[in-house]
């Protein structure tokens, strides 16, 4: 398993931008697909984006299609999500996930609390 730290989270008003970043341990990190996952008080947590080990494919929840961008760079070992034109039903714990291709994921970070509201 990889470990995973989150940082970027804060408050922040509707129509507001913020970057969330996921930095990993290991010398492996460009083998691990990536992913950002958020949960919400009172529901279960929910995919939000997904990038492949070589960064050439993303996947997006559609909640967030055209919103949000996630990013990687394998020689920072860190994975990036870019959240814009945010809502206040973004409001969540965002959390980053690391899982070999074809595989679940099974590598989990502590979560950064994401809050928007005016």
């Known amino acids: 398993q990889v470990q995973l730290v989150e940082s970027g989270g804060g408050l922040v008003q509707p129509g507001g931008s913020l970057r969330l970043s996921c930095a990993a341990s290991g010398r492996t990190f460009s083998r691990y697909n990536m992913g950002w996952f958020r949960q919400a008080p009172g529901k279960e947590r929910e995919f939000v984006a997904d990038v492949t080990w070589s960064g050439v494919r993303r996947y997006y929840a559609d909640s967030v299609k055209g919103r949000f961008t996630i990013s990687r760079d394998n020689v920072k070992n860190t994975v990036y999500l870019q959240m814009m034109s945010l809502k206040p039903e973004d409001t969540a714990v965002y959390y980053c996930?690391?899982?070999?291709?074809?595989?679940?994921?099974?590598?989990w970070g502590q979560g950064t609390q994401v809050t928007v509201s005016s």
């Open positions: 996930a690391a899982k070999y291709p074809n595989d679940r994921y099974d590598s």
